[in-house]
């Protein structure tokens, strides 16, 4: 399950991240609404969380763009702005639901799971490429009867990678997305997490790879014969 966050508070949209992840859920944390429409215009999620206050692009405007688009993803509203005709303004515009700051961390989590169940058939549960499927809610690369399972930080770099076959992404693009920008980790743990899911599709006989593109990055790829 893939959520996105849209936060401008740093420290906040920070605390929601870990508490996701501590849930088993992949989280993408932006700070701004272009960002947000950004993300979501190249990404499927099953939840998105939005703040209504964000620079560039507030709130409430990310999201009649999101169902202007015609995309039914459940949509949840976080503002420190409690009062009714509020609330109204954000339900009547399609969000799903509406949680006021401040909030129990129990509450957002159980919140974010509730509207997750009702989205199950959204987003696809399995991924495939060549012979190889990604099983997105055991965390598992599966080929012929061979599986692997992968730990959070794989899963993310290898749904991305799925999800996106044949596209390069650099070093620093993967280091983003699936570390995030206040992110202490050293460039290098892209290369090797890289390796990491290389060896695992080895293990399962996979007819796809990841490629090293000089200079560029990396791209996932079928097997050359």
């Given at each position: 399950?893939?959520?996105?966050?849209?936060?401008?508070?740093?420290?906040?949209?920070?605390?929601?991240?870990?508490?996701?992840?501590?849930?088993?859920?992949?989280?993408?944390?932006?700070?701004?609404?272009?960002?947000?429409?950004?993300y979501?215009?190249?990404?499927?999620?099953?939840?998105v969380?939005?703040?209504i206050?964000?620079?560039?692009?507030?709130?409430?405007?990310?999201?009649?763009?999101?169902?202007?688009?015609?995309?039914?993803?459940?949509?949840?509203?976080?503002?420190a702005?409690?009062?009714?005709?509020?609330?109204?303004?954000?339900?009547?515009?399609?969000a799903?639901?509406?949680?006021?700051?401040?909030?129990?961390?129990?509450?957002?989590?159980?919140?974010?799971?509730?509207?997750?169940?009702?989205?199950?058939?959204?987003?696809?549960?399995?991924?495939?490429?060549?012979?190889?499927?990604?099983?997105?809610?055991?965390?598992?690369?599966?080929?012929?009867?061979?599986?692997?399972?992968?730990?959070?930080?794989?899963?993310?770099?290898?749904?991305?990678?799925?999800?996106?076959?044949?596209?390069?992404?650099?070093?620093?693009?993967?280091?983003?997305?699936?570390?995030?920008?206040?992110?202490?980790?050293?460039?290098?743990?892209?290369?090797?997490?890289?390796?990491?899911?290389?060896?695992?599709?080895?293990?399962?006989?996979?007819?796809?790879?990841?490629?090293?593109?000089?200079?560029?990055?990396?791209?996932?790829?079928?097997?050359?014969?």
């Open positions: 399950m893939r959520i996105l966050i849209a936060e401008d508070e740093a420290e906040l949209a920070k605390g929601l991240k870990f508490l996701l992840e501590k849930n088993k859920f992949t989280v993408d944390v932006v700070y701004d609404g272009a960002e947000a429409l950004a979501f215009g190249c990404t499927a999620y099953d939840v969380v939005l703040d206050m964000m620079p560039k692009i507030n709130g409430l405007e990310v999201l009649k763009q999101i169902r202007e688009s015609g995309s039914g993803v459940p949509i949840m509203m976080l503002t702005r409690a009062e009714i005709e509020d609330r109204v303004i954000g339900l009547e515009a399609g799903d639901d509406y949680l006021p700051k401040p909030f129990a961390s129990r509450e957002f989590v159980a919140r974010v799971k509730a509207l997750s169940r009702r989205n199950e058939g959204y987003t696809q549960s399995c991924l495939s490429y060549g012979r190889v499927q990604l099983d997105c809610r055991r965390y598992e690369l599966i080929c012929g009867g061979k599986k692997e399972r992968l730990n959070n930080k794989e899963f993310q770099l290898m749904e991305l990678l799925i999800r996106n076959p044949r596209m390069v992404f650099s070093s620093a693009h993967l280091m983003d997305k699936i570390w995030g920008q206040d992110s202490s980790a050293d460039m290098n743990v892209v290369w090797t997490y890289v390796g990491f899911i290389r060896r695992k599709l080895k293990q399962i006989d996979a007819d796809i790879e990841i490629k090293t593109v000089r200079g560029a990055g990396y791209s996932l790829e079928v097997c050359e014969e």
